[in-house]
Every structure is written in structure tokens, then in C-alpha cells.
């Protein structure tokens, strides 16, 4: 049974009385950091109540195994893809036998044994589609910025080449892209829109466009089946591996909103981020976005490595440039099993190692030599003024808004940005 305690339960409460009364043999926790010390919480309740074999797995526990296993209410930690490790472990569990697969680490004692580590799985199309039908309340899933409703997110590979060091990604999926066919993609995105009537696909894979090939014959095959189907990017696209015929394709298969990490308008800290992306690249490539008319988005992170207020005007001056129809700030976020974190935990810039602090809407948790917390939290507050409160700006949106589900996700984002302002005071 799959249990999602954002969606399924009212309170903890209320999760805790469920576990109880069904009492299962085998506990899995997926661990996103900011959650891990929730997650630790309710790990401890449940062993106050009996002894089940608890698994946390994850992105933030293949990242920091080591330290996860540490804690007392967890029995055992799965690393990376979990899909086969899991399903090796529970074979030898219902014969009575506890031991560590590959991929995984045990807890046996005061001891800890680990298994070697575990291939990444080459045949994606070998995996069935996730069991949706295991969760309790699929309808209830509608991301913040969702047009249309009901909505599923999708991968269609795993794997990110590139060496960005504030990106969690490819100590998870490693860095070589994995595909899944083409025909097995749209395979299930058929069967989600019979059996789920599904009209919006968020796609959340890390590099979506890096095989032109795939992804022209995959958006050949959307234009001529699913052009009543709203496709997003959650992720957005990396702006270096689109070109003229990869945006016409998007545009003739029915994507009307294409999104960029953009991160910096320095190119300094783009460097030393190992982005790999030149500033006229950017410039050039958000131009021939527009020209064809999508509706654009760019995403970017202040507070990055051998940032400055310098290189922070810099990139509230390109997001101003650039003018997509939407921007999003966040702060830096130094997750752990990153370069990033590494070189703030050796150099003594974070302020603490609470993970429940480490969201993307949290304030920042470290300084920089040349850069307060303080000035990271005003620059973020700046750039969202700067870049919405322009007549232009808010005459542009209030123009395109066409349905309540419009004026919904901007008056989200308005609350958004007034909470800001308000809790810097």
C-alpha cells in the first residue's frame, strides 16, 4: 500500500493510528531532505508501538547513507534506484532472511552491513508504469500550476551528464542519460488519459531535449495523438540542448509554455557552478522562444558559490532583459551529496545542519564571505519586485489571463510574494 501523508492523512495523528491498526511487516520511507527529520520523528513513533523493519530511501538518503542508517528507528537505507533492490529484499524477507542486497545497507546489531553497490537498471522499459492505482486519493493530485485537471508526472529517462555542483540529480540516476523508448512513453501516457483521464503531463526529467532524435520522433508522435494533452516541463528545459527545429516541433505538437534554468546573469558564478551555459546563449535562445510565441519561463538561484551583491544585480538585470512572461528566485539550496554542500560544510559557511530548514521556500541556512543571509533574503525580495511590479509587466498578465485557473495561480502568486515582503518586514 502506498501512502502519501500530504494527500492521504489530515494529521500525523491520524497516519500513526493507521499503522497501528494494519500493523505491516515492512515500512518504506522515501526521504526528500527537508523531510528527513519528519520522517525520523514518525520512524520513532512507530517504534514505540512495535518493532516492523523500517527502509528509508530517496534522494536524501542516497546522498548521505552513511549518516541515515545512524539513526535508531531505521533498520535498513536503499540507495539510488530502489525498484529491484526492493523487491530482491522482500523475496529473502518472506523467507525469514534479513539481509543487505545489492544496493543496500542493513542494520544488524551494532553492526552495519552493506552489499555491493547496484547497477544502475539500463532497460527503463523493462519497468511496468508506477502502480498508480495504489494511491488513495489520485484526484487530489493538481500541482500548484496546473491548467488542467486531473494531472500525472511522467519520466521518460533518467540520468544528467552534467556537473552542476548544487544539483542532487546525478548522485541519484548517475550522470549517463537512460531512455526509455519513445513508443513506451507514449504507451503510458495513453493509458493514464483511458484509465485516469489524464489532460496534463508534467515531465520531470533533468534533461529532456539532450537526444534531439528521441525527442523529435516523440513529438511527432504527441502532434498526432495528444493534442487535446497539456504537456509541462517541471524541471525546464536545458536551454543549451534546444534549437530552432526542436522549438518549432514543441510548438506544432501543441506546448505552448517552454521553462529555462538559467540559475545566474553572471558568468562568472555560471562558471564556477559549472552551468555551462554562455549569457549570449541565454539571450539568444529566449529570443527565438519568443519569436515563435511561447509563453516562457526562466528559473534562477541567488546565493550560489562566489556570489556577490555585484553578480546579484547581474542577475536580476538579465532576468529583466531576458523579460520572460514569468521568473521564479529561489535561494540557494546546499543539499547534501552535492559539491556545494560539501565545500560549505569544509569552509564553514552553513548555519546549521536542520534539514527540515532546507526547502526551497526557507530562508537561506549559511552566509557567504562576501554575502550576508540578511542581503540574500532582500535580493530575492528585490528581484520579485523588480521583475513583476512593472506596469508592463502587470498589464501583460492581466491581458493573458483567460480562465479562473489563470487568475488562480496568479493570485497564488501574489500571496506568494506579499508573504515574502511581510516576513522580512
Known sequence: EIIDLDVDFEKEFHFIEFVKSVQPDVIGFTIVTPCFNSAVILANKIKEIY????????????AVPEEVIKEKSVNGVIIGEGERTIVEFMRHFKRGVTVPVAGMIIKSGNRFLRCR?????????GLPFPARSLLRHPERYSPPDALQTPVATILTSRGCPYRCTFCQAPGIWGRKIRRRSVENVIAEIKFLNKKYNIREIHIADDDFTHSKEWTLNFLNM???????????FMNGLRIDNVDREILENLKRAGFINVGFGIESGSQRILNKVKKGLKIEEIKKKFRMA???GFKTWAFFILGLPGETPSTLKETIALSLSLDPDFAKFFYLVPYPGTDVYEEFLTKRYLQTRDFSRYGLYTEPVYELPLLSKSE?????ILAYLRFYLRPSKILRILFRIRTLTELRLNYRAI???????IRRG
Open 51 to 62: 518493532n516492523p523493519f523500517i527502509i528509508f530511501g530517496g534522494p536524501h538518503t542516497s
Open 117 to 125: 553497490k547496484r547497477d544502475f537498471i539500463e532497460d527503463l522499459n
Open 222 to 232: 504527441v502532434k498526432s495523438e495528444f493534442l487535446g494533452t497539456r504537456f509541462y
Open 290 to 292: 519568443k519569436k515563435l
Open 376 to 380: 540574500i533574503e532582500k535580493a530575492l
Open 415 to 421: 500571496l506568494f510574494l506579499l508573504r515574502k515582503v
